[in-house]
């Protein structure tokens, strides 16, 4: 374990589960799948990074309460409201920039799925961290053999089929429909995973130059911030985003600064169920 890297959690994943409904009984095998899925997330994450090195991203419209025990009130970043994947990372990264050396490894780990093999998955995380000491000027993407053509994941498709090594991205889809993932899976291609990471300045070199300016507003809007909420610029700031996600906005046109890792089979599932039936 990389003693300062970091792994970042990130909470939005959460917010749909397989299709269940908020009402009635299984709105509490609901509460339970999330809070499960948290607790493991967070187990996971200290496999990479120690306990004061995890951070979360949070949305405020959804309640914070209670994180404050699983993680320091200062590693938990509070968007006031959803706008999209690429910003509430940006927000991430913004507050990691303000703490950090550009070189930190950083990680970030979504929380909306399940695993068979825990040693096997937390392995690749370990691998992960090492390939970004070995070279952190790619991003890196952890990819899962598909065990179907899912409609609700995004795809990747590696220049070569390797199992020890990160090989370059030759083509990155985002939820597929079931025929165009057949074809996908028969040219190689894993399940994004959504699982990534690099060093903190090659994760900010994703975001072209038109995000500059929301950097830089992000940055100042985070000064004097309480730990664990949201000041009034950042507020304001937001209502003015246009909504974007990573995986479509910034991943798929940033191919050349990518790698992907291939993880072994660990019974890595998402929660959530493919549109289609197979």
């Not at 028969?186 to 994760?203: E, H, Q």
């Amino acid at each position: 374990m990389e003693s300062d890297s970091w792994c970042v959690l990130l909470a939005s994943r959460l917010n749909t589960l397989s299709g269940l409904s908020e009402r009635g009984p299984t709105a509490t095998l609901s509460s339970v799948l999330r809070r499960n899925s948290f607790a493991d997330t967070v187990r996971r994450a200290e496999s990479v990074a120690r306990s004061e090195t995890i951070a979360l991203v949070a949305t405020q419209s959804r309640g914070v309460q209670g994180l404050e025990a699983a993680l320091p009130a200062a590693n938990i970043f509070v968007q006031p409201c959803e706008r999209g994947t690429a910003y509430e990372i940006l927000l991430a990264l913004m507050h990691l920039e303000s703490r950090l050396p550009l070189e930190t490894p950083v990680l970030f780990l979504p929380s909306d799925h399940v695993v068979g093999d825990e040693e096997v998955f937390t392995g690749s995380l370990r691998e992960m961290i090492d390939w970004i000491g070995r070279d952190s000027k790619p991003v890196y993407l952890l990819g899962a053999a598909p065990e179907g053509p899912h409609d609700r994941l995004g795809y990747i498709v590696p220049w070569y089929d390797a199992m020890n090594t990160a090989a370059g991205v030759y083509e990155f889809v985002e939820g597929p429909d079931v025929s165009q993932a057949r074809k996908l899976i028969y040219a190689g291609g894993l399940w994004n995973t959504f699982i990534f990471g690099s060093s903190l300045g090659s994760l900010i070199g994703l975001f072209p130059p038109w995000y500059d300016a929301a950097m830089r507003s992000i940055l100042a809007a985070l000064k004097g911030n309480v730990a664990g909420a949201c000041s009034n610029e950042l507020r304001h700031l937001y209502e003015n985003l246009v909504p974007k996600d990573f995986a479509l906005d910034i991943l798929a046109k940033r191919k050349d600064q990518l790698n992907v890792l291939r993880m072994p089979r660990c019974g890595w599932w998402p929660l959530k169920a493919p549109r289609q039936s197979r």
